[in-house]
Every structure is written in structure tokens, then in C-alpha cells.
């Protein structure tokens, strides 16, 4: 091998070592700045994906707070609804109580023009609702235009053992035929 410091003067030896060690020294700084340089690169990649990601997770949340408002929004539209509901509630049931009394008052109203006759037999010449018709009428002085023929309910309520059925028989009396009876 060829000694390259053979024909080089002594003064440029010592200045080409020198430039030597400085080129050796500049390659190791060179290296240095590349693998720097580099581990700069990738941690802005990772900074450009963290920023994509914080951008997406805004507009999550950008989305999610407006369903949140949408949500409260409806929400106090539901209390609204629900305390007028309340309050018709409250009122209806006030209403009720108030016309119950009077509901009870004309059951037991109707009731009383209610009379029962028993004792019929199943097989009667006449019907058993014209036998307890003519009986009102005929026997018990009842005016004709005061027994309600709707009122009939027949064999409502009979035993099909027995011989003889109940008969309803309704009434539509003034105060005065209500007072002979």
C-alpha cells in the first residue's frame, strides 16, 4: 500500500491530519444533526396524529354538547308537559269527586222505582212480565204510563231448577203516585 503522506512536506502533514480529524469530526456531527433531525421528524408525525385526534375528538364533543342542550331542552319541555298533565289530573279527580255524590244519588234514586216481584211461575199462561204488568196496573192502581215496559228484565238472575223466576219491573212515578204507593 501506498503511504499517501509520502511527498506531502511535513507542515501540510500536520495540517492534513488536522483536516483529517476535523472531516472525521464534522461526519460524527453530521450523523449527530441527521439522527436529531430525524428523531424531530417522527415526533412531529406523532404531534400531526395527536393533533387529528385532539381535532376529531372536538367535534365529538362539539356534537355531543349539542345533543346534551337538545336534550335538556326536552327535558324541561317534559316537566312543562307533565305538570299541566298533573294539574288536569288533579282537576279531574277533584271534578270526580265532586260528581260522585251526585252519581250515587241517582243510582239510589233509580233503584228505589225498582220494584222486584218473585214468586212467578215459568209457565204462566201470559208472559211472567205481563202477569206483573197487569198486577201494577190493575191491582196496585199503578197508571199505565208510570210502568216503564224497558224496565222488564225477565229471567235475569233465575235459578233453571227452579219453577218460578224474579221479574224487575221499573217505574216512572211523579212525586204524587210515589206518595200513594
Given at each position: 500500500?501506498?503511504?499517501?503522506?509520502?511527498?506531502?512536506?511535513?507542515?501540510?502533514l500536520?495540517?492534513?491530519?488536522?483536516?483529517?480529524?476535523?472531516?472525521?469530526?464534522?461526519?460524527?456531527?453530521?450523523?449527530?444533526?441527521?439522527?436529531?433531525?430525524?428523531?424531530?421528524?417522527?415526533?412531529?408525525?406523532?404531534?400531526?396524529?395527536?393533533?387529528?385526534?385532539?381535532?376529531?375528538?372536538?367535534?365529538?364533543?362539539?356534537?355531543?354538547?349539542?345533543?346534551?342542550?337538545?336534550?335538556?331542552?326536552?327535558?324541561?319541555?317534559?316537566?312543562?308537559?307533565?305538570?299541566?298533565?298533573?294539574?288536569?289530573?288533579?282537576?279531574?279527580?277533584?271534578?270526580?269527586?265532586?260528581?260522585?255524590?251526585?252519581?250515587?244519588?241517582i243510582?239510589?234514586?233509580?233503584?228505589?222505582?225498582?220494584?222486584?216481584?218473585?214468586?212467578?211461575?215459568?209457565?204462566?199462561?201470559?208472559?211472567p212480565?205481563?202477569?206483573?204488568?197487569?198486577?201494577?196496573?190493575?191491582?196496585?192502581?199503578?197508571?199505565?204510563?208510570?210502568?216503564?215496559?224497558?224496565?222488564?228484565?225477565?229471567?235475569?238472575?233465575?235459578?233453571?231448577?227452579?219453577?218460578?223466576?224474579?221479574?224487575?219491573?221499573?217505574?216512572?212515578?211523579?212525586?204524587?203516585?210515589?206518595?200513594?204507593?
Amino acid at each position: 500500500m501506498e503511504d499517501s503522506n509520502i511527498n506531502v512536506p511535513p507542515e501540510n502533514l500536520a495540517k492534513r491530519k488536522t483536516n483529517s480529524s476535523t472531516n472525521t469530526h464534522d461526519l460524527k456531527t453530521t450523523n449527530i444533526q441527521i439522527n436529531v433531525l430525524e428523531s424531530i421528524n417522527k415526533k412531529l408525525e406523532v404531534l400531526c396524529l395527536l393533533l387529528q385526534e385532539i381535532k376529531d375528538l372536538k367535534v365529538s364533543l362539539e356534537f355531543t354538547h349539542q345533543q346534551i342542550d337538545n336534550l335538556q331542552r326536552d327535558n324541561a319541555e317534559l316537566h312543562s308537559t307533565l305538570a299541566s298533565v298533573s294539574l288536569e289530573v288533579d282537576l279531574l279527580k277533584k271534578e270526580n269527586n265532586f260528581l260522585k255524590e251526585p252519581v250515587l244519588d241517582i243510582q239510589n234514586r233509580s233503584i228505589w222505582d225498582n220494584l222486584i216481584f218473585t214468586g212467578i211461575p215459568k209457565n204462566a199462561p201470559d208472559k211472567p212480565e205481563a202477569l206483573v204488568r197487569n198486577c201494577m196496573v190493575y191491582t196496585l192502581k199503578i197508571p199505565t204510563d208510570s210502568v216503564n215496559n224497558s224496565g222488564f228484565t225477565g229471567f235475569t238472575g233465575s235459578d233453571p231448577e227452579e219453577e218460578t223466576v224474579p221479574v224487575l219491573s221499573s217505574l216512572t212515578l211523579n212525586s204524587s203516585s210515589r206518595k200513594c204507593l
